[in-house]
């Protein structure tokens, strides 16, 4: 009866030789094509250098005047802004500007790559049925499966540093922005449309003029799960190399310093709640005029 | 104003369902819309549709919901594909049209005006009323100025800066109409136009069309499933139910003439002395003599010539022409007749 208390597995020389095999493949692969791939992602890198350079370089009363500046614009509500100026600087006071810069900066590039991937692919989602079953599958695949795995090739193809870590970040991040562009422009009133149709408008127009406009609030939202995605990376993606709040916590958790892990988790968590209120206080805004009231 | 043309829908056919081609000739060849249901799963929205609409005219389309009247209408600019048949407008055959021909067809051509207003709630009124000239590529300038000319003309004038969501339905059914009218098009299509809003509302909005109908002559088709907003404004009413037309004419030939039971039963509850006129009932000359006064013009209704006979105590009226003629008399009892609708005018 041994066969219905141990369940039935491949014979184990044959999973040796199976993992064996992937294993030589990719590395051959990595071999002979990842100087190409690198050479692929550097415009990334450069993307990176540059904005962490911004904000390093910058003078600090100026980030801290800009960032009052974007929280006002975005929200029109002093609390929000007085908010924001104090957590940064909170975070200066106890040593973590740089830290917190550079994670910062991290995390702005992510966004941005997202929103340049994910918009037009959430544009197409909606577009097509048969796009998004292929399509969500994949994106399920991206947010659920561990990141340490994908960490594997990522980091065997491009080696430790800031671009594999960003590639980390984005994969993690990009679903929500893919889908809830989908998922907005799909709820698009279809009288708007017909309208829009009716009116002689091209594709193009149609998505400028009424599509995007009106999925807008629903993509503000996929905007800020992506940032609050990408800083929930950040301790991760500091395990391959990524400056910022994330290492100084590696460090806590490898030498057991309790302060040092909870001033820089809790520098985290500021900024995760400042970019919060800032994008949500924006959405909200846009909202503002996009349903139509039946009065 | 462009110059109105007018449109002549023949033999159209339309069938929803996964392989809607396949069954046309069945349901030409006389398959029921229940039978076409139950055993191929399509459902008929459209049967053999003639409508012939004059240039400059109203016409109605009116039938109860599911009857195919809002399909019908999106077959006009194409906003569904027809499964058969043709729509001829200026000779050419919308339904035979490239993608980029249909789209200067809507651009130039057509403009609508929707149930549920359809307007971009991003957008203020000027930028909503100027909506089909910026698809056209006008200079910004030149759109706003036609676009606030019409918002004024539609009454919002003081609105233009204003979102929709500010706005009650009925202004903001004015400015889909200002929307409709800044294009110049000589169609204006109107899909259940006013059917969203209250009845006061509703007729002051047929006012506002009527009047304007008779500065910009346009071909206008007009859907609704109100019976009395048929009456009051169409020109011309054809009558829709399950799909197929079941009777056309004017709102005379409809009232007094009613094709069916369906029909009739429908035109029963109609105030009939402020929808017929005097020249549908009226008879041959009598050649009686009849005093000056008593003479009534053939527009009037039957409920004003019944007035003037009570007022007046005469037995009949002389139908007169604006230029003079008599066309005819109309006793009381063929007016009394028509009013109540018990024997029917013949």
Redesign the interface.
Known sequence: MAWLTSFPQLDDGYLRDLKKVIDEGFRNFTRSYGDMIEGFFSPLQTLLIWSERLLLNTPWPIILLVVAGLAWGASRNWRVVIGSVLTLVLIGLFGMWDDTMKTVSMIFAATLLSIVIGLPLGILMSRSDRFQAVLNPILDVMQTMPSFVYLIPVVMLLGIGKVPGLIAVVIYALPPMIRLTNLGIRQVDREVLEAADAFGSSAWQKLIKAELPLALPTIMAGINQTIMMALAMVVIASMIGVQGLGQPVLRAINNQYFTLGVFNGFAIVGIAILFDRISQAWGKRLQKHREVGHG | MADPIGIEIRNLYKIFGPNPAAHVEAVRAGMTKAELQARHGHVLGLRDINISIAPGSIQVIMGLSGSGKSTLI?HI?R?IEPTAGEIIIEGQNVVAMPPEAL??????K???V?????????RTVLDNAA??L???GVPEAERYRTAMRWIERVGLKGFEKS???Q???GM?QRVGLA?ALV?DAPIL?MDEAYS?LDPLIRYDMQTVLLDLQKEVRKTIVFITHDLDEALRIGDRIALLRDGCVIQQGSAQDIVLRPADDYVANFVQHVDRGKVLKVASIMVEPSGAEAPPEAAIDPEARVADALQKMAVLRLQSLRVEAPDGRTLGHLPFQAAIDAYTGQQGAR
């Open positions: 999106r600019n906003l789209r200067a067809f809507r651009r130039h057509t403009a609508m929707f149930q549920k207003f359809a307007l971009l709630p991003h909506y089909g910026e698809v056209q979102y929709p969501s706005l009650s339905g903001q929307r294009n299509l969203a």
